[in-house]
């Protein structure tokens, strides 16, 4: 039950069921049968945070455990908050309505950079010390995990340990600790030692970081017997891991409002822009036969009429149509929608297409990612324009008529002419839709590219190369609109300011969070949404701390520089990573893992080669 404090305020704020809990599928205890409370906080919106798959997966997990039960966090609205603190509503989760300061754990899961401020703002509003060298022997242990978690330098003074990697093991490996070391009265000091020797598990305060004259970082000491590098921890067998069998079904819309199954983790490809392609390897699939079985238990569970087959390269799953073909018969029955999010324009057929929009036609979206072949055999892309041409033609042919092209700009090797080759493909494909004899009859077609901002990150060949300045992005930005001719195809662009501070953040030093601090004191929370987000602030903030945004944003890292992240082990050898780079600058493409190992050096996490095919190591 709501209580009385909370459910008088509820009426104020615009979108009420934010805040209210007890929807269906949520997990309630008895608090005398629980011994160790997680809360999990997701630092955005209800309905960004209900969209996201590992806090669904997790939320499920520790609470599948006797005695642990796990709650949901989300960051409140700007109406919600000022209410909060005029109220002395402290922060709180949605099971229980008890305020989070109470509960064992607190953890974060970190997916954007923006959402750092955001993580300071709930642990104020939750009573928290936002500093991990403030908080007492009371308080909640703060830990954190995600993408981000792969470089948490700006970050590590508000974090009492990180966890690197995939969850579903380690986490309960770390909850058994925290629950023991609450039975046996540890301090949080020899708590925190403990933790740093579970494999992927980080305590930055057991790590001294010294630096240069230049700014540069001279090198990490590990003390207190904390292990030099830290390796991530990863799920061998996904068929065998634990999957929910129902979520909980938010009463307001959420952006990502259906049922998901993961099909797969990694990514063959090799983007050498894209961290999620390297941070998630080795690449490994889902049998078939268990995607079915829990894409229809959750359908049962939840009554969704869409199911998502989730994954960073969905049609790279080497039984795709299997899959589709085993889950149209009760898919069809019961109308629900099979969803591919992320599609690849070489590996996409007229049988995928049919079976994809067997139950409802819609528009397709693909990722050229550069307009010319030259940037995209210089990042890796290995998609050729006939490619491009052959699946949009595929498309057509089936019904579509809209179609959309993400792109990416100030890309390393980029010249003016690339970006001219963004707009020369669009066209290119919205001439082919009107040369096709069987087009739909009566409709027009839509092409739509979406450029955003190339942010340089780590753990990829890109990590040493520089991000474009404001000025160049925002010349460029307006080359792209001032060249569009054609009323068939619509750009869009994300805003460069956000871009570049994600830079800073995604290549910075634990000397940031002094800058993150204050730029939270200023008032900045809620910064992924751009009416949250004042550039203006972290320029004064950084200029305050005596720092440099070109420093960490826009400029080339040596090979031999010691990164912020070295001591953090995501297993790729740097000698591959350089050698990545090193090609991109020949516009040589390296061949996807299924055709050739390229010696990454992920094939180790899981003690041999990723696939059985591989044939040489470059």
Known sequence: MIPAKIDRQLLKVQKPARYCGGEMGSVLKNREEVDLRFAFCFPDLYEVGMSHLGMKILYSLINAQEGMWCERVFAPDTDFEAIMRREEIPLYGLESFDPIRSFDVVGFTLQYEMCYTTVLNMLDLAGIPIRSADRGEDCPLIIGGGPCACNPEPIADFFDLFQLGEGEELMLDFLALARRAKEEGLSRRELLRQAAQIPGVYV????????????????????????????????????????????????????????????????????????AGYIYRPFREKDPEALDRQAKALCTATGYEEVSLTSLSTSDHSRLEELMEGMLPWTEQRRV?????????????????????????????????????????????????????????????????????????????????????????????????????????????????????????????????????????????????????????????????????????????????????????????????????????????????????????????????????????????????????????ESVTTENCRHSCAGCGANALLGGACFEAHTSIL
Not at 398 to 414: A, D
Not at 489 to 497: F, L, Q
């Open 337 to 585: 929608n099979i969803a591919l999010p992320s599609l690849r324009v070489d590996s996409f057929s007229p049988r995928l297409l049919e079976l994809v929009q067997k139950v409802r036609k819609s528009g397709l979206t693909f990722a050229p990612e550069a307009g010319s072949q030259r940037l995209r055999d210089a990042i890796n892309k290995n998609v050729t324009e006939e490619e491009v041409l052959a699946t949009a033609r595929t498309a057509f042919a089936g019904g579509c008529t809209s179609m959309k092209l993400y792109f990416m700009m100030g890309l390393p090797t980029e010249t003016m002419a690339d970006m001219d080759a963004m707009l020369e493909l669009a066209q290119r494909v919205v001439d082919l839709f009107y040369s096709l004899p069987n087009k739909p009859k009566g409709r027009g077609v839509q092409v739509t590219i979406s450029v955003a901002c190339f942010v340089p990150k780590p753990h990829t060949p890109f990590q040493y190369e520089p991000q474009d300045s404001l000025e160049q992005f925002r010349e460029k930005q307006k080359h792209l609109l001032e060249t569009v001719r054609s009323k068939k195809i619509r750009v869009n662009y994300h805003d460069a300011a956000t871009s570049r501070v994600e830079a800073i953040l995604a290549r910075g030093d634990r000397r940031l969070s002094r800058v993150v601090e204050a730029v939270w004191r200023a008032g900045g929370s809620l910064e992924g949404w751009d009416e949250h987000f004042s550039p203006q602030r972290w320029e004064e903030a950084l200029t305050e701390a005596g720092l440099s945004g070109d420093f960490y944003a826009c400029r080339r890292r040596p090979y031999d520089e010691v990164l912020p992240w070295d001591h953090l082990d995501y297993g790729l050898t740097k000698a591959f990573l350089m050698r990545e780079d090193q090609r991109a600058w």
């Open 204 to 275: 930055p305060s057991l790590y001294n970081v010294a630096y240069r004259e230049d700014g540069t970082i001279a090198g990490v000491t590990p003390r207190e017997g904390a292990p030099a590098r830290v390796t991530k921890r990863i799920v061998k067998d996904l068929s065998a891991m634990y999957f929910p069998k129902d979520f909980v079904v938010p009463f307001t819309e959420a952006v990502h409002d259906r049922a998901m199954v993961e099909v797969l983790r990694g990514c063959i490809r090799g983007c050498r822009f894209c961290q």
